[in-house]
């Protein structure tokens, strides 16, 4: 590093976890970039002086994640209709101290989704969970032409935003449906594409499964968008049953690869991306 590096970096509490700094690192490197790429472990308390210590500090760009990707937005100096949409910064950039920011979470799932041979435009999707990559997943996949059935356990969290979908998108695209609602099963068994939004699966809990495996069937092509284990239940038992799917790797990769693209202006080398979140 030289008084010319140029800085990026990662909000979020906790931050340990994040596969973000060995990815983006990896990327720099790659393309011969002098840039770094910093995990930093902000305290809700303390995001708002954080924000302010970009301008101060001169860094390029930071990425959010839990749980600072909502209350950034009233922080910034613009934000994207994109973002402003689904109510979630994960990328600023900083332009000569003007505060840009963006969502890359919706984009970086289609791209993970086409990457895999599919495309959102005409597919019947279910996808289970109404949070926040929900919301960027949502929004992304009806922005491509699919109709969505929105199945969560708390029904009000999907009808609100069905709600707000159905709103921008002036149709009824999305049907909100209770996970113990009959209703839900039926969906799956007509879908062609099921998303994986909740945690359910992840580490440390990895025997878990968000749907009954009865509901699965080999027409689906199933995205989890969980990445910890690589293979979760879910998609152990979508293979079973002769289905296709992927794990949330790509989507990870390709999110961080659209904030590589808002701070450098270059072409992100995605492979060497996803190598090094393989890696660990
Ligand atoms: P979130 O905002 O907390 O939302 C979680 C959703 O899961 C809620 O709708 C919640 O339902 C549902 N849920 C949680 N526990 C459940 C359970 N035991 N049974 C049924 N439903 C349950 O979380 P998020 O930020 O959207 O993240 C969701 C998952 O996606 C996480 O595993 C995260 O790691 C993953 N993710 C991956 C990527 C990627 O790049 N691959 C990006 C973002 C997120 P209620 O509404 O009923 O509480």
New binding site residues.
Partial sequence: MTGMTRVTGVFGYPVSHSQSPSMQNAAFRALGLDCVYVPFGVHPDDLERAVQGIRALGIVGINLT?PHKERVIDMLDWVSEDARRIRSVNTIHNCDGVLKGYST?GA?FIRALESCGKAASGARAVVI??????RATVHALVAGGAKVALV???LD?AVELAATVNGSFGDSVVCPIG?DDPAAERAVKEADLLVN????G?HPKPD?Q?IPSDWLHSGLFVYD???NPVESQLLRAARAVGADGAN??K??VF?GALSFEIWTGRTPPVDIMESAVMQG
């Fill in positions: 839990i979470d970086g969970g109404a949070g926040g990559s929900s969560n356990r708390t969290r996970l939004c909740t945690p359910v992840m878990a968000p968008q969980i990445y949330g790797i989507m990870l999110q």
